[in-house]
């Protein structure tokens, strides 16, 4: 009988191609625009708080009299003091002795897991770090918008953030976990399903899924504070309150929650209203289905669309403006239907050093112990602590409540 593949499957040699199939997209657009130089980022942290005043108010002590009239009362300039805690992020691997020594061979692993887990991390890390910059700093990842009763399921607004396998919680705001630790089994970023391990629960409108430990405390948000805390037109900042401070608002034009369609007339308004405030955005980052009504709106009126490389490296469709053009930079992480204009020369990414493995003991690898005992597995970690600022907020705004197409 002639031999088959199944008869000699057992003395078959497998062949391991070196090169892992990347099949995630790791794009961070965003972060490496507002890191791209040492001009945006600050490690001056010193100590607990970066803290810096911001002019507010003008001399109200100006005016025009007749002869032997009153003098306006002297006055003088409104300041307030910023402060801008530091957040601290962590990532961290863990692999077993077994599989350390067996993969120290290519052709018995399609990597050495060592270093295809390390490398796997920082890439992890900068991946969600891109997420955070657009976010508010509460760890949300996705918004509960229908209510379940009694399913392993949530139904959020945009499940594109969410990962198989992540470890997450349900908090009702402001900070209390509803659903501790369950792992994300099943993601359809089509109808915003995201299915959840363990037993049946409740989820209730506006409830927010965050990373497991991730979410809001009573004492604050855990995560850096992103563009939709920066870019509003109210809430505390940075211990500012605008409600005693209007100057500490961003420029905010939404349509309650109703898509209306792009307009070049929008964006010039907007361009017009941060202007008129004394700045001027630098760069528009939206997501991709918002550049692309950008671009079919320059299509209808303009025989030629093309991209234009800007300062930095960076390519996108131009807006043009009195003040010259700004690029429109699209990003997979951008929040739907939303744009937000940011002037780059305001905003200031703190940290004390650059992401990092621990070795404070002498190695990055410590093992694995217990009550149990120890093991032989073997962790090691990354950190950074860090904050995104800005020193003027009325210096950015967003274009909200857009039609993606």
């Not at 992890?124 to 997420?131: A, C, V, W």
């Amino acid at each position: 009988m002639a031999a088959t593949l199944a008869s000699v499957q057992a003395y078959l040699k497998e062949v391991y191609e070196p090169r892992i199939r990347e099949q995630l997209n790791s794009d961070v657009k965003t972060l490496k625009r507002i890191t791209r130089s040492d001009s945006g980022v600050s490690t001056t942290i010193g100590g607990k708080y970066v803290t810096f005043p911001v002019h507010t108010r003008r001399n109200s002590g100006i005016g025009s009299r007749l002869e032997m009239e009153p003098l306006p009362v002297p006055g003088q300039q409104g300041y307030a003091a910023a402060r801008i805690g530091l957040k601290y992020g962590y990532g961290g691997v863990q692999l077993t002795g077994q599989t350390i020594a067996l993969s120290d061979k290519d052709a018995q692993a399609f990597a050495k897991a060592i270093n295809e887990e390390m490398d796997g991390l920082k890439t992890d890390i900068q991946k969600d770090m891109n997420r955070q910059v657009y976010r508010d700093g509460s760890g949300v990842i996705g918004v509960v918008s229908t209510a379940g009763t009694t399913v392993n399921t949530v139904t959020v607004a945009d499940a594109r953030a969410f990962q198989l396998n992540e470890q997450v919680d349900v908090v009702t705001l402001p900070s209390t976990v509803a659903v501790s630790n369950r792992t994300v089994t099943a993601i359809n970023t089509s109808t915003g399903v995201v299915t959840l391990s363990g037993a049946a629960f409740s989820s209730s409108v506006g409830q927010i899924v965050v990373r497991n430990g991730s979410g809001p405390a009573a004492a604050g948000n855990r995560e850096m504070t992103g563009f939709d805390a920066i870019v509003a037109s109210s809430g505390l900042l940075y211990n500012i309150d605008p409600s005693t401070e209007p100057e500490w608002t961003a420029n905010v034009m939404a349509n309650g929650g109703t898509p209306r369609a792009l307009s070049e007339g929008l964006m010039i308004q907007m361009a017009d209203t941060i202007n008129t405030r004394g700045a001027k955005a630098s760069v528009i980052f939206t997501s991709k289905g918002v550049r692309r009504a950008y671009f079919n709106l320059l299509s209808q009126t303009r025989q030629t669309v093309n991209t234009q490389e800007f300062k930095g490296g960076f390519t996108g469709l131009a807006f043009t403006t009195d003040d010259g053009d700004i690029p429109v930079v699209s990003d997979v992480d951008a929040p739907l239907g939303k744009m937000y204009f940011i002037s780059e020369d305001h905003i200031t990414y703190y940290h004390d050093e650059d992401w990092h493995w621990q070795d404070r003991t002498g190695s990055i690898w410590q093992q694995v112990r217990d009550s149990n005992g120890d093991y032989d597995a073997w962790f090691a970690r990354m950190v950074e602590y860090h904050e995104l600022g800005t020193d003027r907020r009325n210096a950015h705004g967003l274009l909200s409540d857009i039609t993606e197409a």
